[in-house]
């Protein structure tokens, strides 16, 4: 054998070991990702959340967000088209991560009018109308009131006699835990299926949701 052979033979083995290292690198990142969003679900999934959307669709968005945050207000409607142009195959469950000053108690406002069906038409209006109550230097929560009122057949008595209910207080204490738990430290955070974002925006947003989507045709 020459030394022509010899090394192309051991350029070739280089190349398949190369090759095969590639691949079991590859593997055991995506096992680690597949075992992180398992770990991550039984925090996001909390019974009893707010939620829109097929609850057997290929793919789960779960959000955590504060109604003061002006990034959130950006990505709703964005999250409204995801969900509009993949019909059936995509489910939004809301979690709280109220980070601003005044922001609880638009989380209380927000649970107090889901026990009247209108949370997200409350949330809606929180969004739109964001700029006229939640300067971060000056935030005044209770002006939120005066565009709650334009919601059709929402009860502004009922829904202020609900806001200091137990159970509203309890979500935001199990919320706030499990952000920390799942190092959220800014809104809004995303997980899509279970795996958080690999960097923060609207087009990595899209891309891991497409990708999810694609495992599922």
């Known amino acids: 054998m020459n030394q022509k052979t010899i090394f192309i033979s051991a350029l070739s083995i280089l190349v398949l070991l190369f090759i095969a290292g590639t691949w079991f690198y590859k593997n055991a990142e995506t096992l680690k990702q597949q075992e992180l969003a398992t770990a991550n679900l039984a925090k996001l999934m909390r019974e009893g959340a707010p939620s829109k959307g097929d609850k057997n669709a290929n793919v789960t968005i779960v959000e955590f967000l504060d109604p003061a945050c002006g990034a959130c207000a950006r990505f709703h409607p964005f999250v409204k088209n995801l969900m509009a142009n993949n019909p059936g195959k995509i489910r939004v469950i809301v979690r709280y991560a109220p980070f601003h000053q005044g922001s609880d108690y638009m989380v209380k406002i927000l649970e107090a009018s889901r026990k009247q069906g209108k949370f997200w038409q409350t949330l809606e209006a929180m969004f739109v109308n964001q700029s006229q109550w939640a300067s971060h230097a000056n935030p005044q929560p ?10 059709e057949k929402l ?20 919320d706030l835990q499990d952000a920390t738990a799942l190092n959220v430290t800014k809104t809004p955070e995303f997980f899509v299926n279970g795996r958080p974002l690999p960097s923060f925006g609207f087009k990595q947003l899209n891309d891991l949701v497409a990708e999810e989507l694609s495992k599922t045709n």
């Open 155 to 174: 009860d502004l008595n009922k829904l202020g006699r609900d806001l200091n209910a137990s159970e509203i207080n309890q979500t935001i204490k199990q």
């Open 142 to 151: 209770n002006k939120i009131w005066g565009y709650l009122g334009k919601i």
